[in-house]
Structure formats: structure tokens, C-alpha cells
């Protein structure tokens, strides 16, 4: 076994048992963006990832954040710019005017914690990445019950039942408290990723992260 290899080893040891936050929002762009490469950069490390789909709007409402409708043109025009840049430079396809948007993210959201409850993490970030791709690469509206069953179905996952059991007290209760959490720890953006109990905003951080998940 090489010194390169030695090392790895010896930061997947240290790092076992490890947490990152990953609070994020279905209907991000940026979190989609993002997505895949925080699951390879846990799985690299052996960090674990709480998904944490929490309520923007309620956290915008506390800390200052404006709904993208309401933002000045010239925020909009180059928000526009970045996601094609990021799209690009990722080679991930988006489209960054999606048919369905905007678009809220609550069913989807509950969805995801049902599928975390019933079938563990790993199936319930599969599912997100699905939810995220149906809007920004299918345009598909991800506010639509059918549409997420029909999402949850094509992950060989039983989208009714899993639906079904998003609409209960238990799933609204951990998106609460998941907003809470996020308000708590003073985000204000998603994506949101929290290691150490150090906080980082947006995918365009994900560097940061893995230095942090190597420390």
C-alpha cells in the first residue's frame, strides 16, 4: 500500500463518526448543484450526512433573505449568469428557467424526511437527487403529488405509500424542527452544510467543506 493511500486511510479513521448538516431546499438550484459532489465528498471521507430539508421562506423571514421574485433585476440577471457558469464548469445539465418555477418545496421536502424515517439516509438523498433533476434538468413540478410519487416510483421506492406517510405529524414535526435548527444556527441560504459546528453557504463551498472533513 502507497503513502497516498496510507494517509486516505488514516483520514477515513479519523473522520469515522463524523457529521456534516446538510440543510438544503429542493427547489435550490445551487443545491442541486451541489448535490452529488457532497455525497462523494462523504463517502471519500466517511462522513455522515444528516439531511436536514428545512422551510427558506421562514428562514428568510428572520434573517434578512429576499425571495428571488423580489429581488432588484440587475441580482436576478446575474444570478442567471452564475448558474450557467456553474452548469457548465460541472457539466451538469440545468436549465435555470424551469417551467414549474418557482415553486414550493414543502411536499417534496416532507417526502425526503418520510423516505429518511422509513428507509435510511442513503435512499432518501437518492430520492433528493431525483426531486432536484425532475425540476432543474426535466421541468417537472415538483409541488405536484403525482409528480412525486411518480419521482419516488422511478427510485424503485413505493411513491404512494411513502406520500402518504409525508402527511403526518410525526414528518411536519421534523421539518420544524428543522427550520428551527437552521435558524438556530444562523443560516440564511441553501445550501447550508454545518461540520464542527462550523457553517458553510453554498455549493461553491463544498472546497472548504472537504478541507474541514479533513482536519
Same mark, same amino acid.
Given at each position: 500500500m502507497?503513502?497516498?493511500?496510507n494517509?486516505?486511510?488514516?483520514s477515513n ?5 463524523k457529521?456534516?448538516?446538510? +440543510? ?6 445551487? &443545491?442541486? @448543484?451541489?448535490?452529488a459532489?457532497?455525497? =462523494? $465528498?462523504?463517502?471519500?471521507? %466517511?462522513v455522515q450526512?444528516?439531511v ?5 421562506g ?13 429581488r432588484?433585476?440587475q441580482?436576478?440577471?446575474?444570478r ?6 456553474w452548469s457548465q464548469?460541472?457539466?451538469l ?7 414549474f +418555477?418557482?415553486v414550493?418545496?414543502?411536499?417534496? &421536502?416532507? @417526502? ?5 424515517? =422509513? $428507509?435510511g439516509v442513503?435512499? %432518501?438523498?437518492?430520492?433528493t437527487?431525483a ?7 426535466e ?14 416510483n ?7 405509500m411513502?406520500?402518504k ?11 420544524d424542527?428543522n ?32 478541507r474541514?472533513l479533513?482536519?
Amino acid at each position: 500500500m502507497n503513502n497516498a493511500s496510507n494517509m486516505n486511510n488514516a483520514s477515513n479513521n479519523a473522520n469515522r463518526g463524523k457529521i456534516c448538516r446538510y +440543510f438544503f431546499v429542493p427547489q435550490s438550484p445551487w &443545491s442541486y @448543484l451541489g448535490h452529488a459532489r457532497l455525497i =462523494a $465528498l462523504a463517502r471519500q471521507h %466517511a462522513v455522515q450526512i444528516e439531511v436536514c430539508p428545512f422551510d427558506l421562506g421562514k428562514v428568510f423571514s428572520v434573517s434578512g433573505g429576499v425571495p428571488l421574485s423580489k429581488r432588484s433585476p440587475q441580482r436576478q440577471a446575474y444570478r442567471l449568469q452564475e448558474l450557467a457558469r456553474w452548469s457548465q464548469a460541472l457539466q451538469l445539465p440545468l436549465n435555470a428557467q424551469p417551467k414549474f +418555477f418557482p415553486v414550493s418545496g414543502d411536499a417534496a &421536502s416532507r @417526502l425526503i424526511i418520510a423516505t429518511r424515517l =422509513a $428507509l435510511g439516509v442513503e435512499v %432518501a438523498l437518492e430520492l433528493t437527487g431525483a426531486i432536484m433533476r425532475a425540476l432543474w434538468v426535466e421541468e417537472r413540478n415538483i409541488g405536484d403529488e403525482d409528480t412525486l410519487v411518480q419521482i419516488a416510483n422511478s427510485c424503485e421506492l413505493d411513491g404512494r405509500m411513502l406520500f402518504k406517510s409525508s402527511d403526518t405529524a410525526s414528518v411536519q414535526a421534523e421539518y420544524d424542527r428543522n427550520t428551527d435548527d437552521a435558524t438556530a444556527a444562523s443560516v440564511f441560504g441553501a445550501p447550508w452544510y454545518i461540520v464542527d459546528g462550523e457553517g458553510y453557504w453554498g455549493q461553491d463551498r463544498l472546497d472548504f467543506v472537504e478541507r474541514k472533513l479533513m482536519e
